[in-house]
């Protein structure tokens, strides 16, 4: 049993993006967050989440969503000791604000962001521009997903983890998310010699994944989906640039 098993809960985005204020530009989460299996902190994404969400209290909610967020993991950020989330403007204009969150547990630094914000209705001049968006492409054409305990099963009998794989479902299923994959997303073994010959900027790698919970308000969606985003994020990046790779999303 890994040490961290005893750590598992269920977990809920309303207790995760529960930033309570304390001054108008300090947010405190004290809730119980599990640490990710195998991991030696709290799951990053939680943090960026918990980060985008401090940024967007200092302001009206729905005025301003986030257009990015720069993420700096200086220590392990640990369970059970309170997050303490400081926000500090460091631009400030009509459509967009720049702005510095940082993470205390006690008196360290644990976690350092700059999240760029913009007014949802852009204002004057920028609020006329349009079509600016035109390098997407269409979404590829994927096989069957299967949901994450397949996967998960087929990952551990590949790589003869059969012991892990109960620690490793019982983590992920208290999730607040859910995954569907491809049936050998963490198996390079499976990987197609189409696939395989092809240059990574052409490679494709497509799962599936939603809140289990719609978002309570308009700020918690944005804190859902950098929490979405974040997971899995290493092992798609591997993948793509077949690199061995285990289900950990740490």
């Known amino acids: 049993m890994l040490k961290t098993a005893r750590r598992y809960s269920t977990r809920a985005f309303k207790n995760i993006l529960d930033l309570r204020p304390t001054q108008h530009n300090v947010f405190v989460n004290d809730a119980h967050m599990a640490v990710p299996f195998r991991g030696r902190g709290l799951y990053g994404?939680?943090?960026?989440?918990?980060?985008?969400?401090?940024?967007?209290?200092?302001?009206?909610?729905?005025?301003?969503?986030?257009?990015?967020?720069?993420?700096?993991?200086?220590?392990?950020?640990?369970?059970?000791v309170p997050l303490v989330y400081r926000v500090e403007d460091l631009k400030v204009s009509k459509n967009y604000q720049v702005k510095e969150v940082r993470l205390f547990q006690g008196e360290k630094l644990t976690?350092?962001?700059?999240?760029?914000?913009?007014?949802?209705?852009?204002?004057?001049t920028a609020g006329k521009v349009t079509g600016q968006l035109h390098h997407h492409r269409k979404p590829p054409a994927v096989d069957g997903?299967?949901?994450?305990?397949?996967?998960?099963?087929?990952?551990a009998e590949s790589n003869g983890r059969q012991s892990?794989?109960?620690?490793?479902?019982?983590?992920?299923?208290?999730?607040p998310i859910?995954?569907?994959?491809?049936?050998?997303?963490?198996?390079?073994?499976?990987?197609?010699?189409?696939?395989?010959?092809?240059?990574?900027?052409?490679?494709?790698?497509?799962?599936?994944?939603?809140?289990?919970?719609?978002?309570?308000?308009?700020?918690?969606?944005?804190?859902i989906t950098a929490y979405l985003?974040?997971?899995?994020?290493?092992?798609?990046?591997?993948?793509?640039?077949?690199?061995?790779a285990t289900a950990n999303a740490s």
């Open 45 to 80: 994404g939680a943090l960026a989440a918990q980060a985008t969400v401090a940024a967007l209290q200092t302001e009206q909610c729905g005025k301003w969503k986030p257009l990015s967020i720069h993420c700096h993991f200086l220590a392990a950020a640990q369970p059970d």
């Open 111 to 124: 976690f350092n962001a700059v999240c760029t914000i913009q007014k949802t209705l852009l204002e004057g």
């Open 145 to 155: 997903l299967v949901d994450q305990n397949t996967a998960f099963e087929l990952w």
């Open 164 to 175: 892990e794989l109960h620690d490793l479902k019982h983590f992920y299923n208290n999730e």
């Open 178 to 223: 859910e995954w569907q994959f491809p049936p050998h997303m963490f198996d390079l073994g499976k990987v197609s010699e189409t696939e395989e010959k092809l240059p990574v900027s052409e490679r494709t790698l497509w799962y599936k994944l939603r809140p289990k919970l719609p978002a309570a308000n308009e700020i918690q969606r944005w804190g």
């Open 229 to 244: 985003t974040d997971y899995f994020y290493l092992n798609t990046n591997m993948r793509l640039n077949m690199l061995a």
